[in-house]
Structure formats: structure tokens, C-alpha cells
């Protein structure tokens, strides 16, 4: 049966955070004909209906967008013409068939359709394969496509982003095709798969490559494979220390000799995260640590399921709540507000899921991340902390550290891991004067360093291909022309934000 | 009477589109009941003749799944039309959002749908 295809009524659309408004042709939601039981046969009718619009799109030479949770703040999953809502599609299909040669665990893969939440997707590995995810974000509201799509990362410090653990892509690429895409270098699928739902199998590391950091603009991603491990706990803690000469070692280099991590004692962490109040360094900074187990340990506490905060948020998710609570975030409230939620805690320990959760905050907040490789961090701190000095602006700096993608225009693929210097704030024209001196000066003082697709980042092609270098940028388009094959199907599947990168 | 109901609408738009201060209150399912499936569809809904005459809004977009937030909202504009027509006209703006489905996992080529080897 072919999937419900609902045309709302809006003529206009806003992303999570409300931080711009974009005309637009037509929304509509797509569903599963029957939604209440994942099956191949509705599977493989909705990839139908899904190259229906991209038929439409073409027909009415309008330009055509899928759209995850809109959690950007970017305008990455903006489109003045049709705007596909995929939530609603949230097929799970867990242990499917492995090619021969696959020298993993067949019952730590699981296919899923491109509409599942993260925190869907932790519920599900979690409760009912007894598996996890290596890594997420803070916060786990974005679709598993729209994660992957921006180069979603958390801060686990032995693995990559979220794309990292992706084995598999089902792309619809046009009306008439649609391809299954894994590496050539590990083969995943049974061939057999691919076939069952009508896609071409292609191998090849190149495209796959290319094609996990989308930016939406490889056509739709309809499927996902995703490689998840077996479930383990985190064990925090958070402690506000001072900023001393150990401490910046270990922010710059994960240098943990000269200091005292919380909860140590001996463990390396696996998740790490600094957050830095500029306007109140005297009282230090707020070091998160986790350490993995692969069981809960013993007379560790849950996290509190009534705190505002998880152990496991950053600086967005308490700049969120922040702005949640008072509209008018200023220096002296961001503080006082930051005293009573974002406090210190030992021993809490809780499973992926259960540490970082999906946020309910609406706030009008501001999100911008820098990559920096490690060595380069405490230069990037002290100049964002300098340029506050000059310019003090209502926010908080956080990082946090990922090991290098593979993905093609992964921001996260400084070798060998890159460090994310969040900076995070109410959205006001100040935060962002802020954020454009700090990029400026990292610019003039020729620090290597690229910036999240899916926050604000005001970038244009000069910058992209200074930040990526010709090589990476060639292969992304290449790879782009090799799957989109004609100008009219680039030209869907383009927007603004596209265009002004120069990648369209 | 219905070009006054028409007006006012009217006025009632134009106080949404001037006013910027709202109040906004928002109830959502708990856990992953609340995730949200659609984007936000809103209506402006009118109580009459203190309140013995409600519109009710149309949910005609989640196909069967419950809702997974409703946000009642007013303005100052929304104020003064119930405080000059002594409560006769109360608009307020009502947006939900969709719940996600929960379906049940489903197999993708499992050991037993492998194509028998027929001799
Ligand atoms: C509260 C909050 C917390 C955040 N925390 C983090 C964090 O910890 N780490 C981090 O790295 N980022 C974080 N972000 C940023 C966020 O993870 C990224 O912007 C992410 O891309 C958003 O996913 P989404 O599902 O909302 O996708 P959207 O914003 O809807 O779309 C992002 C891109 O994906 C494309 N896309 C979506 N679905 C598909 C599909 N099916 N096929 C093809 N393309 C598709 C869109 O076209 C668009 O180009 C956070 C954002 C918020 C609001």
C-alpha cells in the first residue's frame, strides 16, 4: 500500500530553536501506509511514494528537501519548494542479513528507517536487543538521518561521530533509482537484502564516503545501517576545577598527568567534556567525566529522571534551559542559573540512553561549534576568552572530542581526534558578533579549523574550501554527480545553504 | 452575524501578527510519547457568549496517533478582545504536534526467508 502522504497547510516553516523562518512550496509529512508494523513490502512502498515527490519536484521545477527533527540551526534543511517531513517513518529492523565475508556480530547491526529519533533508537537497542549506541550527541532528538546528515558527534574519546557507526545507506536518488550504499573495504549486507527491496547494491568506498555527510544533498536517505555494541553504563561525575596549567594540558592535549580527574582512580574515560563559564573563570571549570563498564556498578545512583539536566548535557542543552526559564539571558542570570542546574554530582550511572536524553527545551538559543585538532585547543579557548575580555557575551564555551571521521566533509576529521569547542548562548545579535570574531581571529591567526554544517556558521565556498582543501571537496562533488546524475536532479536536491557553500 | 464572526477573525489575525508578547502554556506526553512526529499546526480558536459556543480544532494530520503536544497560547492583542467585548469573544491560539508511531520491529531477510536450494 502506498504511504499516506499528508500536505499540510503551512506556507512556512521554522527550525527547532525558531532561529529563522523559511518560505516554502509544500510540507508534507510521509507515513507508512501501515505504521504500526515494520515490514519490507511497506518499506519498499514508501521508497515509492518517496520518489513520487522527487518525480513531482522535478515535474513542478521545484527544489526538494528532507527534513529531520529541523534541530539545525543552520539553514541546512531549508527549501523554498517541498519539504519532506520523514519523522514519521520509524521502521526498525534489527539483525538483518550479513554478507559472508562480515567478520562482525550480525545481532549488533540494526536497519532502521531514516525518521527514528536517536533517543528512539537508544530505547530500542537498550530495551529490547540489549545493545547501545558507541556514541551520540548530548542530546538525542534529531533524526538518525538528520544526525548523520551534519556530522552529528558526542565526546566519546575512542570513537568517531555518529556517521562513524554507520555500515549502510539506502538512498533514493531519483524517481527512478535508488541505491543501497556500503564500503567496498567491509562489506555488510547480504546481497540478497538490497535486492529484496529493489535498490541497486553499490561498493564503493569513495561514494559511501561522500555520501554520510550529505548535508541532505545526496537525494533521501530512506535507510540506515548502524553497527551498535553491547549495551554498557556510564559512570559520572562532574567537579569544578580550577584552571590550571594541568588542566589546560589535559583540555589541549587529553594530558591527563597533570590532574586529578574526578572518579579516577586509574580509569581511562570514555566520555569527556569541559564547560567554561567566560564570565566566571575564577570559579573554574566544569569537568565531565564517564567512564564505561559493561555493567552497572554497584551502588551507583540513576540519574535523577526529574532534574531539568542529565549528567550527560553540554553547554546547548543548559543554554536551552536557561533561555527556557528567563527570555532575557544576561551575564549576571546566565551565572546564578548556571549555580543552581548545571551542579556538581559523583557516582551517577545510567546507560547511553539514560544520560543523554532527548531535550524538551524551546528556547531561542544560539549553537555554533568550531573543530580544532588537539595541540590547538588551549590557543582557540584563549581566544574566545579574549575576544570576551573585549566583548562579554552571555554564554558558555564547552568542549568536547571526537576521533577522525571518515566521512568525506566530516567537520570532525582532524587527525588524530578534533577537539569542538562548542560556543553556545541566547540568540542575540551579540552572541553572534561574538562567534564571527572568534572565527575571524582563528582565520587571521591561521588556526586549522572547520565549523559544524549544522549550527550557525556563516560560511561561504572561499572558507569551505580553505577549511576542507580541494581534494575533499572534489571527491564530496564527484561523488554528489556520480549518484545525482543529471543537473535537474542536483538542482533538487540544492538550496540556499548549498549555494552559498559553494557545494551545490 | 457571519461577517461579524468574519471581522472578528480579522482582527483577531492582526493582533497575533502585532503582538509579540505572548503567553505561552505547553503540555507534552511524558518520554517518547512526546516526540514529535509533524511540525506544529496551529489554529485560532474562539469561545463565544462566555463560552457557550467553542470551536474545537480540526487534528486532521496524525493519522490515528495521539498528539504529542498542545500549546495554548494568547497575546496581548487576544487580551483586549476579551476584556472590550466583556468576555462575549475569547480567541486563543491552540498548536499541536503529532506523536510518533510505535511500530514493532520487523525482519530483514531473516535465516529462514534465505532462498531454499531446490535440486
Ligand atoms: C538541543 C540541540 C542539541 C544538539 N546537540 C548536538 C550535539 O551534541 N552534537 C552535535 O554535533 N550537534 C548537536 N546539535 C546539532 C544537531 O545534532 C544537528 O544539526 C543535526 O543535523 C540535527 O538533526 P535533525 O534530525 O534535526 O536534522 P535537520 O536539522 O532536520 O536536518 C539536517 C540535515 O539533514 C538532512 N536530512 C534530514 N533527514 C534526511 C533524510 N532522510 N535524507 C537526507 N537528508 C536528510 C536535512 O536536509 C538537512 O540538510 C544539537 C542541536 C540542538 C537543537
Redesign the pocket.
Given at each position: 500500500m502506498p504511504p499516506i502522504i499528508h500536505k499540510s497547510d503551512l506556507k512556512q516553516w521554522q527550525?527547532?530553536?525558531q532561529t529563522y523562518t523559511q518560505k516554502l512550496e509544500l510540507l508534507v509529512d510521509v507515513w507508512n501506509a501501515n505504521a504500526s508494523q515494520s515490514t519490507t513490502e511497506g518499506y519498499a512502498d514508501t521508497t515509492r511514494g518517496l520518489q513520487g515527490l522527487i518525480a513531482q519536484a522535478l515535474r513542478e521545477g521545484l527544489e526538494l528537501?528532507?527534513?529531520?527533527?529541523?534541530?539545525?540551526?543552520?539553514t541546512?534543511?531549508a527549501?523554498s519548494g517541498i519539504l519532506?517531513n520523514?519523522?514519521p517513518?520509524n521502521y526498525l529492523f534489527p539483525a538483518p542479513r550479513t554478507h559472508p565475508s562480515y567478520a562482525g556480530s550480525r545481532e549488533n547491526l540494526l536497519f532502521v528507517q531514516?525518521?527514528n529519533?536517536v533517543a528512539e533508537l537508544n530505547h530500542f537497542l537498550e530495551e529490547k536487543m540489549g545493545k547501545a549506541l558507541p556514541t551520540?550527541?548530548?542530546?538525542n532528538?534529531?533524526?538518525?538521518?538528520?544526525?548523520?546528515?551534519?556530522?552529528?558527534?558526542?565526546?566519546s574519546l575512542d570513537f568517531g561521530?555518529?556517521q562513524d557507526f554507520v555500515a549502510g545507506l539506502h538512498?533514493i536518488v531519483s524517481p527512478e533509482r535508488h541505491v543501497w550504499l556500503e564500503r567496498a573495504s567491509s562489506p555488510t549486507i547480504h546481497d540478497d537484502i538490497p535486492q529484496k527491496l529493489g535498490a541497486e547494491l553499490i561498493r564503493d568506498d569513495r561514494l559511501f564516503n561522500a555520501a554520510l555527510v550529505?548535508?541532505?544533498?545526496?537525494?533521501?536517505?530512506?535507510g540506515v545501517l548502524l553497527v551498535a555494541e553491547d549495551r554498557y553504563y556510564l559512570q559520572a561525575y562532574r567537579q569544578r576545577m580550577p584552571l590550571t596549567d594541568g588542566l589546560w594540558r589535559a583540555m589541549d592535549q587529553l594530558d591527563f598527568s597533570g590532574v586529578a580527574l574526578p572518579g579516577s582512580a586509574g580509569q581511562k574515560p570514555y566520555h569527556l567534556q569541559f564547560v567554561i563559564n567566560p564570565n566566571d573563570l575564577a570559579g573554574g571549570v566544569y569537568v565531565t567525566v564517564m567512564y564505561k563498564h559493561a555493567q552497572r556498578p554497584p551502588d551507583s545512583r540513576p540519574p535523577s529522571p526529574s532534574s531539568k539536566l542529565t549528567p550527560g548535557d553540554?553547554a546547548?542543552?543548559i543554554v536551552?534551559v536557561l533561555t527556557d526559564v528567563a527570555s532575557d539571558l544576561t551575564i549576571p542570570v546566565l551565572g546564578k542559573l548556571l549555580d543552581r542546574f548545571y551542579g556538581e554530582f559523583s557516582d551517577i550511572s545510567g546507560t547511553p540512553g539514560q544520560m543523554?536524553t532527548d531535550?524538551t527545551?524551546r528556547g531561542k538559543?544560539f549553537?555554533s561549534?568550531v573543530g580544532v585538532p588537539l595541540g590547538q585547543v588551549r590557543k582557540t579557548v584563549e581566544t574566545a576568552l579574549a575576544i570576551n575580555r573585549e566583548y562579554a557575551f552571555p554564554g558558555l564555551l564547552a568542549l568536547?572530542y571526537v576521533m577522525s571521521s571518515k566521512a568525506t566533509l566530516a567537520f570532525?576529521h582532524h587527525d588524530p581526534m578534533t577537539c569542538?569547542l562548542?560556543i553556545d548562548g541566547a540568540s542575540s545579535a551579540r552572541t553572534k558578533t561574538f562567534c564571527q570574531k572568534v572565527w575571524q581571529q582563528l582565520s587571521a591567526q591561521q588556526v586549522p579549523h572547520t565549523l559544524?554544517?549544522?549550527?550557525i556558521n556563516n560560511l561561504d565556498g572561499a572558507r569551505v574550501r580553505s577549511m576542507y582543501g580541494p581534494e575533499r571537496i572534489e571527491a564530496w562533488l564527484k561523488a554528489r554527480q556520480a549518484l545525482l546524475t543529471s543537473p535537474a536532479l542536483r538542482a533538487t536536491f540544492s538550496?540556499d545553504?548549498l549555494r552559498a557553500l559553494g557545494l551545490a | 452575524m457571519q461577517s461579524q464572526t468574519g471581522s472578528w477573525r480579522l482582527a483577531a489575525v492582526l493582533c497575533l501578527t502585532l503582538s509579540s508578547a505572548c503567553a505561552h502554556y505547553r503540555v507534552q506526553a511524558p518520554g517518547h510519547a512526546g516526540a514529535p512526529a509533524t511540525e506544529p499546526e496551529k489554529e485560532v480558536l474562539w469561545s463565544l457568549a462566555w463560552g457557550l459556543v467553542q470551536e474545537k480544532p480540526t487534528v486532521d494530520n496524525c493519522q490515528g496517533q495521539a498528539l504529542a503536544e498542545v500549546t495554548q497560547s494568547t497575546n496581548l492583542g487576544f487580551a483586549l478582545i476579551s476584556v472590550v467585548t466583556l468576555g462575549i469573544a475569547m480567541p486563543q491560539q491552540v498548536e499541536w504536534r503529532c506523536a510518533k508511531a510505535q511500530p514493532s520491529p520487523g525482519e530483514l531477510g531473516s535465516l529462514t526467508e534465505a532462498p531454499q536450494e531446490v535440486r
Open positions: 527550525n527547532w530553536h528537501r528532507a527534513l529531520g527533527a529541523g534541530w539545525s540551526f543552520s541546512a534543511p527549501t519532506v520523514t519523522k517513518l531514516c525518521g529519533s551520540s550527541g548530548a542530546s532528538g534529531q533524526t538518525i538521518a538528520g544526525a548523520i546528515a551534519t556530522g552529528t558527534h558526542g565526546s561521530a555518529m538512498l550529505s548535508l541532505g544533498s545526496f537525494g533521501i536517505v530512506h553540554s546547548l542543552e536551552g543523554f531535550t527545551t538559543s549553537g561549534a568536547r570532525t569542538v562548542d559544524h554544517w549544522g549550527k538550496n545553504y | -
